[in-house]
């Protein structure tokens, strides 16, 4: 835990490899069910940094910090995935807010 610590330190102190170094040195030292969700955010941010976003979101989809190299059984056939469009973020309409006059 204190490794991962250390890494958000390191971020905090805009040292990104340093890091990087930590958060995967933390990670190894422990079971992947175990790592904090900060860790994870720390290292999608991490990557996010670096410019790798397909980095970034693979973290975030198997919500793990090392993304795993899995060769599928030649018995299991997945359906290929369809994607559905992405619908426009319509933006928050924020209350109007009003003065109060004090007596």
């Keep these: 835990m204190m490794l991962f610590n250390l890494g958000s330190a390191y971020c905090l102190r805009s ?3 340093k890091a990087r170094k930590c ?6 030292m422990v079971h992947t069910k175990e790592i ?13 940094q670096n410019g790798n976003t397909q980095l970034a ?3 975030i989809k198997r919500n793990q910090l090392l993304p795993s ?3 599928p059984s030649p018995d299991v056939r997945k359906k290929p995935a369809t994607f ?3 619908q426009p ?4 309409q924020m209350p109007a807010f009003t003065t109060v006059q004090r007596k």
């Design 84 to 86: 559905q469009p992405v």
């Design 69 to 71: 190299v899995k060769t």
């Design 15 to 17: 040292e990104y490899e």
């Design 57 to 59: 979101l693979q973290i």
């Design 89 to 92: 973020i319509q933006p928050i």
């Design 36 to 48: 904090p969700p900060e860790a994870i955010l720390l290292a999608v941010y991490l990557e996010l």
């Design 23 to 28: 958060l995967h040195q933390a990670a190894s």
